[in-house]
């Protein structure tokens, strides 16, 4: 008994590192930057399921400087309502029984129009201003027994993904994978 409570209080303090590092959305820095590129940590934990996906900006939203106008103001508002969505963009063995429990998106763009004068005139002056868009998930799966499978559908509602790079934690079992439009599904 004692030996299970230590165990899962290390995976809970594994998870928590994997995936709620201190610094906060915007000063993330994990991966390079490039894009067309994404990575997505998965880590399964019994009926629990967590996803972690950073990717640049210009993926999910199609551009990385803060929206400059109104049309640019809804179609990145539009975007991160859709990463929001995990039901449509996460496709567990439907044997499994998963569904999405809580989803959080953040980027260290401004969701606002109201930022300073000087950061429109960014693109002009020849800046490269990057940004990423970081999404957490967390699926909760009554039959866990029978999660094999994960069809990715980012492709689907972001056409600007080329490559995902994903990374499966299970308990006894570790995948990599890396998925395009044309093979959007892993096994494990
Ligand atoms: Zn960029």
């Known amino acids: 008994m004692i030996n299970k409570t230590v165990t ?4 809970v303090l ?4 994997f ?14 930057h490039v894009h067309g590129l994404a990575q997505l940590n998965i880590a399964i934990e019994e009926g629990d399921v967590h996803a972690e996906m950073e990717s640049p900006a210009i ?14 103001l809804h179609n990145a508002e539009k975007a ?5 969505r995990g039901e449509q963009l996460f496709l567990f063995s439907p ?11 953040g980027t260290g763009m ?8 000087e950061e429109h005139h960014d693109g002009e002056a020849g800046h490269h201003h990057h940004s990423d868009v970081d999404a957490t998930y967390h699926f909760s799966c009554a039959d866990p027994g029978k999660l094999t499978q994960l069809q990715v559908k980012f492709f689907d509602y972001f056409q600007r993904f080329e ?21 959007n599904s892993v096994t494990f």
């Open 8 to 11: 899962n209080y290390i995976t």
């Open 163 to 183: 490559k995902i790079k994903v990374q499966i934690l299970g308990k006894d079992k570790q995948v990599g994978a890396e998925l395009t439009p044309q093979n």
């Open 80 to 84: 991160m309502a859709q990463m929001k």
């Open 14 to 17: 594994t998870l928590s590192l």
């Open 110 to 117: 401004e969701m606002t129009l109201d930022h300073k004068a």
């Open 19 to 32: 995936f709620f590092p201190a610094a906060g959305w915007a000063q993330r820095q994990h991966g390079p």
């Open 59 to 72: 993926n999910i939203i199609g551009f990385e400087h803060n929206p400059a106008n109104k049309e640019e």
């Open 95 to 105: 044997a499994a029984k998963c569904k999405l429990v809580t989803a959080r998106v």
